[in-house]
């Protein structure tokens, strides 16, 4: 099974501040990455997918990057409603495998 | 409008089977670039992929619980069925079904978990 670090696992932020979340797969996985947003009590929210391309209707302070084994995803300016539990996730192979989680808040 | 829902019990005793139904609107079941995987959340806790299952009926399941899974599809009622044999209270999570969009079959290559179901809270205790 492929495993997908991710870190860090929590963050602390200001409004305005630049994020940034790292996955690290295992083994490689080209591009076969997505980022996902989850609120309390909520259901995951696609955020990005194919490592770096936009899911429709999400900001675009939004932004994910890498190949292989190493990705990104960035918050260029971080704002209030994004207070949430971040996961990647890899489609690459049989088991599909998520991140740990990272939980971002808002100082 | 894209939308699946979750039904089932919310409560389960040990050593019982729990069925989970998936019910999809605003995409069909039959169409080749489409499928559904179920994923699970324990409370407080990471998401966990359980199996997919597209159009052809192609299904795979995660390595650890594929002895005590199965996933099949009803396209006349839109329906996604998971089944889970001999529930453990570990098995206590959120159960969420969510769409895969994209698929080419030749390469393989989808593009998962566009949509989302709200998630049912499934508990397992005697």
């Known amino acids: 099974d492929i495993q997908m670090t991710q870190s860090p696992s929590s963050l602390s932020a200001s409004v305005g501040d630049r994020v940034t979340i790292t996955c690290r797969a295992s083994?490689?996985?080209?591009?076969?990455l997505g980022w996902y947003q989850q609120k309390p009590g909520k259901a995951p929210k696609c955020l990005i997918y194919a490592a770096s391309s936009l899911q429709s209707g999400v900001p675009s302070r939004f932004s994910g990057s890498g190949s292989g084994t190493e990705f990104t995803l960035t918050i260029s300016s971080l704002q209030p409603d994004d207070s949430a539990t971040y996961y990647c996730l890899q489609h690459n192979s049989y088991p599909l495998t998520f991140g740990g989680g990272t939980k971002v808040e808002i100082k | 409008q894209v939308t699946l829902k979750e039904s089932g019990p919310v409560l389960v005793k040990p050593t019982e089977t729990l069925t989970l139904t998936c019910t999809v609107s605003g995409f069909s079941l039959t169409n080749a670039r489409m499928g559904v995987s179920w994923i699970r959340q324990p409370p407080g806790k990471a998401l966990e992929w359980l199996g997919n299952i597209f159009s052809s009926d192609e299904k795979s399941y995660t390595t650890s619980l594929k002895s005590r899974l199965s996933i099949s599809k009803d396209t006349s009622k839109s329906q996604v069925v998971l089944t889970m044999t001999n529930m453990d209270p570990v098995d206590t999570a959120t159960y969420y079904c969510?769409?895969?969009?994209?698929?080419?079959?030749?390469?393989?290559?989808?593009?998962?978990?566009?949509?989302w179901g709200q998630g049912t809270l499934v508990t397992v205790s005697s």
């Open positions: 969510a769409r895969i969009s994209e698929y080419d079959f030749w390469s393989g290559y989808y593009r998962p978990f566009d949509f």
């Open positions: 083994q490689g996985i080209r591009d076969d």
